[in-house]
Nanobody
Framework: QVQLVESGGGLVQAGGSLRLSCAASRSIYSINAVGWYRQAPGKQRELVAAISSGGSTNYPDFVKGRFTISRDNAKNTVYLQMNSLKPEDTAVYYC???????????????WGQGTQVTVSS
């Protein structure tokens, strides 16, 4: 009933910045908790940022001070601002969102298809 469309990935030099977007493909009732994950080849998928419905955020130590997650409920969009990028940040980044499509429905988790981020040294 809804797809998460990710954008903003690409190639950037070390120290550069990218902003990833995760937008719902249609109008929805609400977006609850949202998380950004990444997975590099041969590595496990890991959480890089999360934001709750109340706006609380959490980040693992390896991105603290560099990554910022934010949301624009009016646009049904969540962002991941990535600054001071390092080569080890290279991965496919995935958006996961807990979404309520309609007021009387239960929220459901949705995953985006991923967007490639490559950081050159």
């Amino acid at each position: 009933q809804v797809q998460l469309v990710e954008s903003g990935g690409g190639l950037v030099q070390a120290g550069g910045s990218l902003r990833l977007s995760c937008a719902a493909s249609r109008s929805i009732y609400s977006i609850n908790a949202v998380g950004w994950y990444r997975q590099a080849p041969g590595k496990q998928r890991e959480l890089v940022a999360a934001i709750s419905s109340g706006g609380s955020t959490n980040y693992p130590d390896f991105v603290k001070g560099r990554f910022t997650i934010s949301r624009d409920n009016a646009k049904n969009t969540v962002y991941l601002q990535m600054n001071s990028l390092k080569p080890e940040d290279t991965a496919v980044y995935y958006c996961n969102a807990n979404i309520r499509l309609f007021s009387l429905t239960s929220p459901t988790d949705y995953w985006g298809q991923g967007t490639q981020v490559t950081v050159s040294s």
